[in-house]
């Protein structure tokens, strides 16, 4: 049971690599789809495991053991592991809460700043301008779904680049990009190692917007010539919009403007194979999680009397 339970720790540890290799060798909106199934898999196994090891310690102690109603020990490892273990893991969890809570409260208040701001400009559709001089440009979630744009990142853009920056952000919108970044968001919080992959879906989320828009306008080099001129605009300006409402200056910006100004990239034959390898780690930390959970059931269910080893 405890190596099971030790595997989906482990696993996440290639989920950073992985996700790089799958996003260069598929398309984006492809790819933003596998990395992010395959994080929260891979969070909410590592949550079980640690969960597992956390009650795997407490049915130890005696009072435990009682409202457990145990009436023979819990066959495991060695107390020299499974004790440490668990108070391990309940401090990881306890750190794990923590930093989700804070990351919820700060993306809340920044989530009703953002709609309270975007209500006071006049909107035109699903536009709508704030009189700001800090340029900026994003899709808000919400109901409805905005695209909130500043005065001056108009100014800092001509007609066509505009229409271009506005078919990224509706892009957002429509392809539910929020959704991914919150999933990643919650995810970081639960393995060290999967915090490196918020970036990667990041990118990934507006690699797909970038094609989206490319499509839009019919142009991919008046598209790739936007981001730069709106990236080059609001570098300098700090945004109050919540970290899931994507915007078309965030993220490595020169290597999507190289993206957009190459010709799409042809399939690759290895490209299905590095998203069956990245499906194949969440299925194996899937397994492996929920096999030492039925084990551990096993287990407290002998100790209870109800079955015999």
């Keep these: 049971m405890i190596a099971l339970l030790l595997l989906p720790l482990v696993l996440p540890l290639a989920m950073p690599a992985l996700a790089r290799r799958t996003l260069a060798r598929l398309a984006p909106a492809a790819a933003l789809w596998v990395i992010t199934v395959a994080v929260v898999v891979l969070a909410g196994c590592s949550l079980a495991a640690l969960g597992a090891f956390v009650l795997t310690g407490l049915l130890q102690l005696p009072l435990f053991a009682a409202l457990g109603e145990l009436v023979h020990p819990l066959h495991t490892a060695s107390d020299l592991f499974v004790v440490p273990a668990a108070a391990l893991s309940v401090g990881v969890l306890a750190v794990c809460a ?37 340029p900026d440009a994003y899709a808000l979630p919400g109901r409805p779904h905005r695209i909130v744009v500043t005065t001056a990142m108009l100014r800092s853009l001509d007609a066509a680049e505009r229409e271009a920056l506005f078919a990224h952000e509706r892009a957002h919108n429509g392809g539910g990009h929020h959704y991914f970044l919150a999933a990643a968001e919650l995810a970081a919080h639960c393995h060290p190692a999967l ?115």
């Design 195 to 309: 915090r490196p992959v918020r970036e990667t879906i990041r990118l990934a989320a507006e690699r797909a917007a970038d094609e989206a828009a490319a499509d839009a306008v019919g142009d991919r080099r008046l598209t790739a010539r936007a981001i730069a001129r709106a990236a080059l605009a609001g570098q300098a300006a700090r945004s109050e919009r919540p970290d899931f409402a994507p915007a078309a200056t965030t993220g490595p910006v020169p290597e999507r403007v190289r993206a957009l100004l190459s010709a799409p990239a042809a399939s690759r034959r290895a490209a299905p194979w590095i998203a069956v390898l990245l499906v194949a780690c969440a299925g194996v930390s899937c397994v492996a999680s929920a096999t030492g959970m039925i084990d551990f059931h096993h287990r407290v269910e002998v100790a209870q009397g109800e079955e015999s080893r």
């Design 98 to 134: 923590g930093t989700l809570l804070r990351s919820v409260l700060r993306q809340t208040r920044a989530f009703r700043a953002a709609r309270t701001e975007a209500g006071r400009g006049p909107a035109a559709g699903d536009l709508c301008v704030v009189d700001s001089p800090r």
